[in-house]
C-alpha cells in the first residue's frame, strides 16, 4: 500500500470550512484514497472514500487531484465535536485486498468556539 | 444496536498472566480484524480472519492467539502478559474489501 502524508496539527473556527490536505504521490491506479477519524479514545470512524471522482457525503466531501498525487478532505461546517485525528489511508479495495488499513500519524484537528 | 462490540473495555492485570479480550459484531460482515494503539497513537494491524480463516498475521508474537468460533467473533487470547503489551486493542469488521466499522477498544494495562 501506498504511503501518505499529512500535517500533524490544524486548526478550524466552529462553523468555518476544514480542509484537511493528504499528498499520496505514490498511489497506485487501483488503490482508493480513504478517510477515516479517531474521535479522543474512540474506535475509528469511517468518513469517506473516493478513487479518481469528487465524492460527497453527509459527513465531507472529498477532492481528488486529476493526477490522484494528491486529496483535500472537506468538512463543510466544523463544530467542536468534529474535533479528532483524521487519517489519510490508500488501499487498494475489492477481491484480493486483505483489507488491513495502514494508518499514519494522521492529522489532529482542533475545532475551536 | 451495536455494530461491533467488545468485552471489557478495561483490563487491568499482572505481568505473567493470560487474558482474553471478546470481539462481536452484528452486521454480518465476513472479515473482522484487530487492531494496537500503543501509547505513541500509532495504530497498527494485528490479525485479519475472512470467514473464520486467518488471512492477516502481522509478525505479532505467537504468545497473541486470535480465534473465530464464527463469522461474528473473533476473541484474542494473550499469554503470559507482558509490560509492553499495554495498549488499546480494537476489533473491526467489513465486508471483503470494504469500509472497517471499529469496536469502542479494550484499554488493557499490564502492572
Known amino acids: 500500500d501506498a504511503k501518505t502524508t499529512q500535517p500533524t496539527s490544524m486548526d478550524c473556527a466552529e462553523g468555518r470550512a476544514a480542509n484537511l490536505p493528504c499528498n499520496h504521490s505514490?498511489?497506485?491506479?487501483?488503490?482508493?484514497v480513504y478517510w477515516y477519524r479517531q474521535i479522543h479514545s474512540q474506535g475509528p470512524q469511517y468518513i469517506i472514500h473516493?478513487?479518481?471522482n469528487n465524492e460527497t457525503n453527509e459527513m465531507a466531501s472529498l477532492i481528488i487531484t486529476e493526477d490522484r498525487k494528491s486529496s483535500t478532505l472537506i468538512l463543510p461546517h466544523a463544530t467542536l465535536r468534529d474535533t479528532a485525528v483524521y487519517y489519510c489511508?490508500?488501499?487498494?479495495?475489492?477481491?484480493?485486498?486483505?483489507?488491513?488499513?495502514?494508518f499514519g500519524q494522521g492529522t489532529t484537528l482542533q475545532v475551536k468556539p | 444496536d451495536t455494530a461491533v462490540s467488545q468485552t471489557p473495555k478495561y483490563l487491568v492485570t499482572q505481568m505473567g498472566n493470560d487474558k482474553s479480550i471478546k470481539c462481536e459484531q452484528n452486521?454480518?460482515?465476513?472479515?473482522m480484524y484487530w487492531y494496537k494503539q500503543d501509547s505513541k497513537k500509532f495504530l497498527k494491524i494485528m490479525f485479519s480472519?475472512?470467514?473464520?480463516?486467518?488471512?492477516i498475521n502481522e509478525t505479532v508474537p505467537n504468545r497473541f492467539s486470535p480465534k473465530s468460533p464464527d463469522k461474528a467473533h473473533l476473541n484474542l487470547h494473550i499469554n503470559s502478559l507482558e509490560l509492553g503489551d499495554s495498549a488499546v486493542y480494537f476489533c473491526a469488521s467489513s465486508q471483503v474489501g470494504g469500509r472497517q466499522f471499529f469496536g469502542p477498544g479494550t484499554r488493557l494495562t499490564v502492572l
Open positions: 473516493g478513487l479518481k
Open positions: 452486521l454480518g460482515h465476513d472479515t
Open positions: 480472519y475472512n470467514n473464520k480463516e486467518l488471512i
Open positions: 505514490t498511489i497506485s491506479g487501483n488503490e482508493y
Open positions: 489511508i490508500v488501499r487498494v479495495l475489492g477481491s484480493g485486498n486483505t483489507g488491513k488499513l495502514i
